[in-house]
C-alpha cells in the first residue's frame, strides 16, 4: 500500500515527457493484452459467432426467411478477425481499464478516487444490463424489419452488416443504461440538483420513450416499452438518490 501511495506520489510529480513516456508504456501494456486475447479467442471464433448470430437465427422461428452471406473472398477472414478483436477488447477490459486507471488515478483527489471506484462499480453492470436487453429485443426487431421484404424477394444480408448493426445496438442501449448514472454524477458534482431532477420527472418519463423510439427504428411499440420501462426506473432511482444526496448535503452544512 505504501509503495503504491510512493508511485503515485511519483507520478503526481512528473514533467510533461515523463507523462509521455509513461502514457506510452500503459498503452503497450494495453496493447499486449489486446493481442494476446485476440491470439487466444481467434480459435473460439465458431462460439462466439454463434452467440452473435443467434438473434438473426431465431427470427426464422419468428416465420421470417432471411439468409446471412458473406460477399468478397477476403469476407470471411474479415470477419473472423473484427469479431476476435471485439471479443478481445471486452475479455482484456479489465487490463487496459487498469492501465488507465494508473495513468489517471495520481491526478485525482483521495474522495475522487472513491467516488470514481463506486461509479465504475455501478456503471459496469448498468451497461452489461442494457447489452442483455438489446440481445433480448433484437429478434424481435429484426422479425418486423424483415417483414418489409417483398414476398417474391429473398432477404439476403451480408455478414458485414449484421456485425455492425449487432455491435451498434447493443452498444447504443448499453450507453443508454448509463444515463441515469449521468444525472447522479451531476447531482454529486453540485450541477444538477435533486429537486430540479424530480420536477423534471415528465421530461424524464418522455426522454426514455424518445430513447426507446431512436433505440428501436422498427416502430415496434413493445419493443419500444421494453427499453424504456428499464429507462425509467433507472431514471427515478436516480432521483432518489438525488434527492438523499441533497438531503445529507443540507445536514452537514447545519452541523457545519
Not at 148 to 170: G, I, K, Q, R
Amino acid at each position: 500500500m505504501a509503495q503504491a501511495t510512493t508511485e503515485e506520489s511519483k507520478l503526481g510529480a512528473m514533467t510533461l515527457a515523463e507523462h509521455f513516456r509513461e502514457l506510452r508504456k500503459r498503452l503497450v501494456r494495453s496493447s499486449l493484452a489486446l493481442i494476446l486475447c485476440t491470439v487466444a479467442v481467434w480459435n473460439q471464433f465458431s462460439v462466439i459467432f454463434a452467440f452473435i448470430r443467434a438473434p438473426y437465427d431465431s427470427v426464422q422461428g419468428l416465420g421470417s426467411t432471411a439468409v446471412l452471406a458473406l460477399t468478397g473472398v477476403t469476407s470471411g477472414f474479415s470477419l473472423q478477425l473484427k469479431v476476435s478483436l471485439a471479443a478481445a477488447f471486452v475479455i482484456s477490459s479489465p487490463i487496459w481499464i487498469y492501465q488507465l486507471w494508473r495513468f489517471i488515478s495520481p491526478g485525482l483527489k483521495r474522495s475522487e478516487r472513491k467516488w470514481a471506484y463506486l461509479f465504475t462499480a455501478i456503471a459496469v453492470p448498468l451497461f452489461s444490463c442494457g447489452v442483455l436487453l438489446a440481445y433480448f429485443v433484437m429478434p424481435r426487431m429484426l422479425d418486423i424489419l424483415f417483414e418489409f421484404t417483398p414476398a417474391d424477394v429473398e432477404n439476403v444480408t451480408s455478414v458485414e452488416s449484421y456485425l455492425s448493426f449487432f455491435l451498434h445496438l447493443t452498444l447504443f442501449f448499453g450507453i443508454g443504461f448509463l444515463l441515469p448514472l449521468v444525472l447522479v454524477s451531476l447531482n454529486f458534482a453540485g450541477i444538477l440538483s435533486g429537486d430540479r431532477l424530480r420536477d423534471s420527472w415528465r421530461w424524464l418519463i418522455l426522454g426514455s420513450f424518445v430513447f426507446g423510439a431512436v433505440a428501436t427504428p422498427n416502430g415496434d411499440p413493445l419493443a419500444m416499452t421494453f427499453v424504456a420501462l428499464p429507462m425509467i426506473a433507472l431514471s427515478f432511482i436516480a432521483v432518489g438518490i438525488a434527492l438523499m444526496n441533497d438531503g445529507r448535503r443540507e445536514r452537514a452544512a447545519e452541523l457545519s
